[in-house]
């Protein structure tokens, strides 16, 4: 027996609970299973809409929720991992087609783990999750087109958040003077604790505005979409580099050409749920060996399972800052 979020709907009945599952009742996988005793998980803004049913996120019922997990292989039948390997798992589906680690076990494909580094406990690795791993391949993107060190002001908006919160801390960490985009502008003294230099108010991003407008951002992390980075682009400088991972704000993008074919501007499409695995062996490098531990602690709050439910409605409502570890054994 094992516990885990199990979210289920009858009908039009949704429910998402604490439930005792079966070891049984793990779902089968095509190729190389691996069975893991999961030591941690997180609660991301997708895990977020599945647990609260905001958004048609879950795609095969009954689910057990959770898109990361971090833990111990109890067995396996894939040949790169052994019992007693601890290993981290990040997207591929997992709580949306395929049970997930909001759970104290998984069966999962042992082609979707990555080795935990030596550095990183699980409990650390689930405080990055999803969203810091987001937010390293963001950094890696604005690196590979050319972003160094002094070249300006780089813009995190949605810098409250688990993407917002790893970038600032990422990127300050390396180099870049950091501005951070938040509505909690109670949370300034949080954000400069993280990195930021400076902490601006997302309304002077979230409305309409001018194609192009003055130029300001040496590169950008955007993980708010709609008018947020259609603004962002505008006010990019010339032949600078956008990073969109995120649509809290819109999937929509009310922007115009002018930015791209008049000051050369990039925007870069970052993907972490199918990412290959050497870009996620090497986001998970740098992580392990970049990301300053103290940063990372006063960021992360740690829950129990059960608390798992009611801290989802709480990210959904805009009042969670940072990353939640989720002690699926506590």
């Known amino acids: 027996m094992f516990k885990a979020i199990y979210l289920t709907r009858d009908d039009d009945r949704f429910a998402a609970n604490v439930a005792e599952l079966q070891d049984e009742a793990l779902p089968t996988v095509d190729r190389g299973a691996v069975t893991v005793d999961v030591a941690h998980s997180t609660i991301n803004y997708k895990d977020g809409l599945a647990i609260t049913d905001r958004s048609p996120v879950v795609r095969k019922w009954p689910m057990v929720a959770g898109i990361d997990g971090a833990g111990v292989v109890a067995s396996s039948e894939h040949p790169a991992f052994s019992r007693g390997d601890r290993i981290i798992l990040n997207g591929y589906g997992v709580g949306e087609t395929h049970w997930g680690c909001l759970a104290q076990r998984a069966r999962l494909s042992g082609d979707w783990l990555v080795p935990c ?73 949080y954000l400069k604790e993280l990195g930021a230099c400076d902490v601006i108010d997302r309304s002077t991003l979230s409305s309409a505005g001018r194609p192009l407008q003055k130029e300001r951002w040496a590169a950008a992390i955007d993980s708010v979409g709609s008018h947020t980075l259609a603004n962002v682009c505008a006010q990019m400088r010339y032949g600078a580099s956008v990073a969109a991972c995120g649509l809290a704000q819109g999937m929509d993008l009310p922007a115009s050409v002018a930015p791209f074919i008049l000051r050369g501007v990039t925007l870069l499409g970052i993907d972490s749920v199918m990412a290959p695995q050497t870009r996620r062996r090497e986001a998970w490098a740098r992580l392990a060996s970049g990301l300053e531990r103290s940063k990372l602690q006063a960021m992360t709050r740690t829950i129990t399972l059960a608390d798992a439910i009611p801290a989802a409605a709480e990210l959904m409502a805009g009042r969670v800052r940072g990353r939640i570890v989720v002690d699926v054994d506590a």
């Open 117 to 189: 580094p030596d550095a990183l406990s699980t409990a650390d690795a689930m405080a990055i999750g999803t969203a810091g791993y987001t937010a390293m391949l963001c950094v890696l993107a604005l690196e590979r087109a050319g972003l160094e060190p002094g070249a300006g002001e780089v813009l995190v908006t949605g810098a409250s958040g688990g993407v917002g919160s790893v970038a600032i801390a990422l990127l300050s960490d390396l180099g870049h003077r950091v501005v951070a985009s938040t509505g909690s502008l109670d949370e300034e003294s």
